[in-house]
T-cell receptor, first 111, second 115 residues
């Protein structure tokens, strides 16, 4: 059974650009969540999607957005990148009533 | 709002010894799940152990066990016979059993294994 797949693994972008990250959940998992991990702030919740609907949203500016497709694959987008957006972005999928299974993350560096 | 606190930013343990990582949480809910995740340098977050709040019996997974004290809102992780491969960042996490599927993580404890 394939795990959670995130692409790309590494990304370098320039301030002001936008970026799209992709996440393919485990087959059958309908819930996909995104987290931002930084050394200073730890793991911060971005948003959660279930059946193409955003169910939860963390305290991030509107520059951070996401969506989920009918096959449960999810994308997150960050527009007008800032240096502070440099982080490891983790995607996780989950069946109901269990813990997440995480992907390996996308390391975003904004220069 | 729920919070998860890990008071030990770093810990060290001698190989083959036992170590306990602390975690406390705050919630007004009665039904929830608690987890310990491990994140090695490879950065892959791995679920170590899971506890359902309504189960009084402490969860155990091989060398990993928890001490779940619901009234005290405490959820510590005990690693027995520590191995070099246990070196990682460990995160305690909380998830409501209700509709809100968001998982709340503590800041983590970095565990060093001394050979």
């Amino acid at each position: 059974k394939a795990g959670v797949t995130q692409t790309p693994r590494y990304l370098i972008k320039t301030r002001g650009q936008q970026v799209t990250l992709s996440c393919s959940p485990i087959s059958g998992h309908r819930s996909v969540s995104w987290y931002q991990q930084t050394p200073g702030q730890g793991l911060q919740f971005l948003f959660e999607y279930f059946s193409e609907t955003q169910r939860n949203k963390g305290n991030f500016p509107g520059r951070f957005s996401g969506r989920q497709f009918s096959n449960s694959r999810s994308e997150m987008n960050v527009s007008t990148l800032e240096l502070g957006d440099s982080a490891l972005y983790l995607c996780a999928s989950s069946p109901k009533d269990y813990g997440y299974t995480f992907g390996s993350g996308t390391r975003l560096t904004v220069v | 709002a729920q919070t998860v606190t890990q008071s030990q930013p770093e810990m060290s343990v001698q190989e083959a010894e036992t170590v306990t990582l602390s975690c406390t949480y705050d919630t007004s809910e009665s039904d929830y799940y608690l987890f310990w995740y491990k994140q090695p340098p490879s950065r892959q977050m791995i679920l170590v152990i899971r506890q359902e709040a309504y189960k009084q019996q402490n969860a155990t997974e091989n060398r990993f066990s928890v001490n779940f004290q619901k009234a005290a809102k405490s959820f510590s992780l005990k690693i027995s016979d520590s191995q070099l491969g246990d070196a990682a960042m460990y995160f305690c996490a909380y998830r409501s059993a209700g509709r809100d599927d968001k998982i709340i993580f503590g800041k983590g404890t970095r565990l060093h294994i001394l050979p």
